[in-house]
């Protein structure tokens, strides 16, 4: 069942004030649950969710080395007390009204800031949980505790916080859905410029007005080209390759992703072939990762875990003659991940004992080949319903030759 196309240009609205002081107020339930005295909540710009989530605000300074002036750069903070009024230290002056919280401040650098905000909330000494774990700095919190002059006593609340941003709110929803109809034009402008002589980088330039005119932006665009299909750029970001053409008979893949509107993220990947009919061989994997994926879509309802979703596609595999992960052996032994801020557990692994619930937003993805063929992707994203699942991707088309 595909949700119906929106105006690409013309994004939901924004998350409501009133939604954001509802999460805080389940955070700090959850907290006390815990017995903790409040939530220390970190973000970078790389790893945003759990500020993006509680404050709205990620910040858009690309991360500074430890010996910079500027080694502050990258991250926001929001100290949240069970008593008393959040208050959010900021790498950069915002206007009123675009975060979520009204005691937004900013310091020359975060840390001293953060040791000053403690102070006033009265939670210097307090058992406090640290949530966005992940983003905070061993140096950071040296540097805070410096300020402070005690030790701070944190206690790890990702694994108890977290799960409360894994089932999406119907604005969520809404956002996600727009993001993945983006996501899918993109896609569809770049499988289309697929042609002989152009290049990977051609048809990053083909879908990139499309993402832009829409308000996102890709974090990357991964690509894997050739007879047999393999990645040719040089290891890092860009991970495309901007001069090699394509020959007839190539086989190309191609993964986006990227924010769209409020900060979530459209994730989706599709394989061709270049200007010539696939061989024998080509067309079954295509073919063959177009059918796991939705086998593994088919598989998603409410109360079943993520593991068993995982073992079906292993099974999958193996019976068709490829490693347990496919491509992704040895490097991403999963079939997907829940999406929203970005990518956040649970992920369709082995073993994961979480269960698939209503309002979850997923994105199942695989890399499979042979050695003749090399690797090619597909990738769906889905919201799961009580009654059905949503395929938020399908007007994407799935089959490229």
């Known amino acids: 069942m595909t949700a119906a196309a929106p105006d690409l240009t013309t994004p939901p609205p924004p998350i409501a004030l009133e939604e954001f002081s509802a999460r805080r107020a389940l955070a700090l339930r959850v907290a006390a649950e815990h017995e903790l005295d409040g939530l220390l909540v970190w973000g970078s710009r790389n790893w945003p969710w759990a500020v993006r989530w509680l404050a709205d605000h990620q910040s858009g300074f690309m991360q500074q080395g ?4 500027f080694g502050d750069k990258g991250f926001s ?3 949240l007390p069970a008593d008393g009024d959040p208050i959010l230290v900021l790498d950069q002056r915002v206007r009123p009204g675009e975060v979520a919280i009204e005691d937004a401040r900013t310091g020359p650098t975060i840390t001293p800031a953060v040791a000053d905000a403690l102070r006033e909330a009265g939670l210097v000494g307090r058992r406090l949980g640290i949530v966005g774990e992940g983003a905070l700095l061993d140096r950071q919190r040296r540097e805070v505790e410096d300020a402070l002059g005690t030790s701070l006593n944190l206690v790890p609340a990702d694994r108890w916080i977290e799960p409360l941003a894994q089932i999406k709110s119907p604005a969520e929803q809404e956002l996600l859905r727009y993001a993945s109809h983006v996501g899918s ?19 990053v330039a083909a879908g990139l007005p499309i993402m832009l005119a829409a308000g996102g932006w890709p974090m990357d665009v991964v690509a894997g080209s050739g007879n047999p299909a393999r990645p040719q750029a040089e290891r890092g970001i860009p991970s495309f390759d901007a001069r090699r053409p394509f020959a007839a008979g190539d086989l190309v893949r191609v993964d986006g992703f990227g ?5 979530y993220y459209c994730d989706l990947a599709r394989s061709a072939c270049v200007g010539a009919e696939p061989t024998d061989e080509q067309r079954a994997v295509l073919e063959q990762a177009v059918e796991l994926i939705d086998l593994l879509v088919g598989a998603l ?35 997907g991940h829940q999406l929203g801020l970005g990518t956040t557990a649970p992920f369709v692994s082995e073993g994961e004992s979480a269960l698939v619930t209503p309002g979850m937003s997923l994105s199942l993805e695989i890399v499979v080949g042979t050695p003749a063929t090399g690797g090619i992707s597909h990738e769906e994203c889905v919201i799961i319903h009580e009654d059905h699942v949503e395929v938020t991707t399908a007007s994407c088309r799935q089959r490229w030759w």
């Open 66 to 69: 430890a010996a910079s002036t």
């Open 77 to 79: 903070v929001l100290i």
């Open 185 to 203: 034009a993109w896609m569809t402008a770049m499988m289309e410029a697929v042609e002989p002589g152009r290049t990977e980088a051609d048809l």
């Open 259 to 263: 924010p769209v509107a409020g900060g």
């Open 301 to 335: 309802r409410p109360g079943v875990t993520f593991g068993s979703v995982h073992d079906l596609g292993v099974d999958y595999l193996v019976q068709h003659g490829h490693p347990p992960h496919g491509y992704f052996e040895g490097f991403w032994p999963a079939f």
